[in-house]
Structure formats: structure tokens, C-alpha cells
């Protein structure tokens, strides 16, 4: 009750000085009655959504919208404390000023400026329409990223081979099914020669993918479709009634991928063969830093490949290639990841600017990362969780093509 009492005040605060702005620009109360009308069917929604019983930790499509209306509303608000807080601090200060200047009797507090309200309505548009251009848009523009990776001990066999990464599907998240088979015709598009899906296929329970099994079914490439399991996989983040049940939840998760096509890693490695030479496909179930589990076992995983053999690692959080992979005996060529979703927010302009607020929690978040001779991509996922959008940070077919030669710089 306390974080209610104490979110309600702070909402009102900022709400207030949003409500402030505005009045100083317009004197037509009709805007007037709509913002306090929005701020109000935001936060009732918000306290309604977030009271109700949920199998799940884990946001589910109305929760997600809850949450993305009052961060987009709050961020608005937000942008204009500063603004109008610093202007009404110098109105007090000039007030006083005055008063003991002159030696007023009254103390006289001069008007709002109305320019400095424009202003700060301006830059508080800049995150509330962002942030909803991200629910709408954003979550579902999904694009293609091409590397080329050169690596010296490459079979011959392999040079110029292709695989598509895919990451954080999150299922649960979904509410349009129009884009979603945009998104995965656009990965059969590709015709790599394998897809390696890198974990996070639901949000809380199995029975989220159900509805997209088919879709999903329908990946294909010809040397197969991999995958492994991510942190949101395993049904940690409900309250099942019995350990039996949460097992279920899992077998049923794992059957669901066999009949999708997915042949799923657990701990666990595969053989490509081409024209007598061969690719080893490891993947390791779900390690992560901090309070993740660490169910992966790299050297399990890895117990029916050779030192020489040519290896890409699936693991689905770029942590375990931080703490452990790099400094495996092993030498593992390409590590793919996923987990961060490089936050779904963030700024990203090729040549000059990479940043996300991820990166203080990751050293390693999007992209192709190179340690000790080793490369991993972070995905920066499929799917989104929490917010229900994406800024700046849209969702990710990575495609790699493995190329014989001397290695990247």
C-alpha cells in the first residue's frame, strides 16, 4: 500500500507541473479538461491492471500496455519538471529579490513566461511521441543486419556459409499476427543454410506459444533449425501449484520446439557435414550473471567435439561468453546471444553512435564483439517484454556469412 500511496503523490506532482505548462500556453479549457481526463484514465488503468492476480511475473499484453501508456505520459511530465521547477525557483529568487530590494510590503511572484513553456512542451514531445511511435511501429520494424566473418581455420567446405540468428521471441508478448508472419517470412527470406534461434520462446509459460507454433513451424533452411533455451524458458517467473507442474510446463515447452522443427540443445552439440568436412553446433542451456540460472554446462555440451573442430556456441546470455566461454580451453570461433534486447530503447546511427542504458548492466549488448580471437553477436531479439515497443533499438534477423580467410581486424 505504501509504493501505491507514494507513486499516486509522485504521479500527481508531475502531472501537476505537466497541467502548469500547458495552462500557460493555451487558455482554452477543453485542453485542460483532456489532459487531466488522460492523466487520470492512465493512472487508473495503470493501478487496475497492475492489482489484478497474474499467473506470472512477467508482463502480459494488457499489463505491457498499462505500463507503456504511464512511462510514455510520465516521460512527458518528467521533461517539464526540470524546466518549470528551475523557472519557478528564479521567480521566487526575483520575488524575493524585489521585496527586499524595494522594501515591498507584499511579496510580488511575476508570471509563468509563456515562451519557456513552449519550450518545454517541444522537448517533452520528443520522448511521449517517441515512446508511442514505439508501441506502434517500432516493436514490429523488424530489419536485417548482414555481417561477413572471416575466420582462418574455416573448412573449405564452409567458406561463404550462412546462418540466420534469430533471439527473444517472447510469444507472450505478441498482439499482431499480421507482422509477426512478416517477420518470419522475412527470416525464411534469407535462405541461409541454417537458422539458430538463441533462446526465450515464451515469457512465463508454454502455453503462450501455442497460437504461433504453426507460424514458427514454418522456418526453414536447409541444414536445419537449432535452438536453445533462454531465462524466461524454464517457468521461473510463475508460482506453480507443485514442482510436477512447473516440470510439465517445461517437457510440454521442449515438445512444442520438436514439433516445430526445432532441434533443441540442451547442453548438447550437433555436426553439420559438407563434402567430408564438418561444423560442430554447441548449445548450452541457459547461463547468466547475477541471479540468472546457470543451468548451462559448456564442457557437457562440448564432450563429443574435438579442439580443432570448427565450433559455433549457442548461449543465450552474453554473460556466459564474458565469464566462461573466452576462457574456455576450447576455442570458440562464433558465440550467438541474445537476453538484452538492447533494452528496445536506445540510439543507434551506423559509424558514429551505439548506446542503450543496457550497456551499464552488459559490457557486451548488441552486436559483433571480438575477445582473445573469439567473436560473439548479440542479438538484439525478435519479440519485446515489458514495454510493449521499441525505440531506436528494433528488432533483429542477423545473418552471418563465414568466410575463409585472414581474421578481421
Known amino acids: 500500500m505504501l509504493r501505491w500511496i507514494i507513486f499516486i503523490i509522485f504521479y500527481l506532482v508531475i502531472s501537476f507541473y505537466g497541467f502548469q505548462a500547458l495552462k500557460t500556453v493555451t487558455k482554452n479549457v477543453w485542453f485542460h479538461y483532456l489532459f487531466i481526463a488522460v492523466a487520470l484514465v492512465i493512472a487508473g488503468n495503470f493501478i487496475i491492471q497492475f492489482t489484478i492476480y497474474s499467473e506470472g511475473r512477467v508482463l502480459d499484453p494488457s499489463k505491457s500496455y498499462a505500463f507503456g501508456f504511464l512511462l510514455a505520459f510520465m ?22 529579490y524585489d521585496k527586499l530590494a524595494n522594501k515591498n510590503d507584499s511579496f510580488y511572484l511575476q508570471s509563468r513566461r509563456k515562451f519557456v513553456s513552449q519550450i518545454a512542451l517541444g522537448l517533452a514531445a520528443i520522448p511521449f511521441t517517441s515512446l508511442l511511435y514505439g ?4 516493436k514490429y520494424r523488424f530489419r536485417v543486419l548482414n555481417y561477413t566473418l572471416h575466420f582462418e581455420d574455416l573448412p573449405d ?20 499476427r ?49 535452438s536453445v533455451l533462454g531465462n524466461h524458458d524454464y517457468g521461473d517467473y510463475v ?105 528496445q530503447f536506445g540510439i543507434e546511427i551506423p559509424g558514429w553512435i551505439k548506446w542503450s542504458p543496457v550497456k551499464w548492466r552488459y559490457k557486451y549488448w548488441a552486436g559483433i564483439y571480438k575477445e582473445m580471437g573469439q567473436y560473439i553477436n548479440v542479438n538484439r531479439g525478435f519479440g519485446y517484454l515489458g514495454y510493449p515497443g521499441r525505440v531506436g533499438i528494433w528488432p533483429e534477423i542477423t545473418v552471418i556469412e563465414l568466410k575463409k580467410g585472414t581474421l578481421n581486424s
Not at 91 to 96: A, C, D, E, K, T
Not at 317 to 337: A, F, G, Q, R
Request: net charge negative.
Open 178 to 226: 499480421e507482422k509477426i508472419e512478416y517477420g518470419v517470412n522475412l527470416i525464411n527470406e534469407q535462405q541461409s543454410d541454417a537458422i539458430l534461434f538463441t533462446g526465450d520462446i515464451v515469457n512465463n509459460k508454454a502455453s503462450e506459444m501455442h497460437d504461433w507454433k504453426a507460424l514458427f513451424g514454418t522456418l526453414n533452411a536447409k541444414d536445419g533449425v537449432y
Open 157 to 176: 567446405a564452409f567458406d561463404g556459409y550462412k546462418i540466420t540468428q534469430i533471439s527473444d521471441i517472447h510469444s507472450g508478448s505478441f498482439d499482431n
Open 75 to 96: 516521460s512527458f511530465n518528467l521533461v517539464l519538471v526540470p524546466i518549470l521547477l528551475g523557472e519557478d525557483i528564479l521567480r521566487f529568487i526575483l520575488g524575493l
Open 135 to 138: 508501441m506502434y511501429r517500432g
Open 239 to 343: 508460482t506453480w501449484p507443485s514442482p510436477e507442474a512447473k516440470k510439465q510446463n517445461l517437457e510440454e515447452l521442449v515438445q512444442l520446439q520438436k514439433e516445430m522443427g526445432f532441434d533443441l540443445l540442451l547442453n548438447e552439440s550437433r555436426f553439420i557435414e559438407k563434402d567430408g568436412q564438418r561444423i560442430a553446433i554447441v548449445g548450452v542451456e541457459n547461463w547468466g550473471k547475477g541471479g540468472f540460472k546457470k543451468a548451462g554446462d559448456l564442457k557437457k555440451a562440448a564432450q563429443n567435439i574435438d579442439a580443432k573442430d570448427f565450433k559455433i556456441l549457442m548461449s543465450h546470455d552474453p554473460s556466459h561468453w564474458e565469464e566462461e566461454v573466452i576462457k574456455d580451453d576450447y576455442l570458440y570461433h562464433l558465440t550467438l546471444s541474445g537476453h538484452t534486447h538492447g533494452m
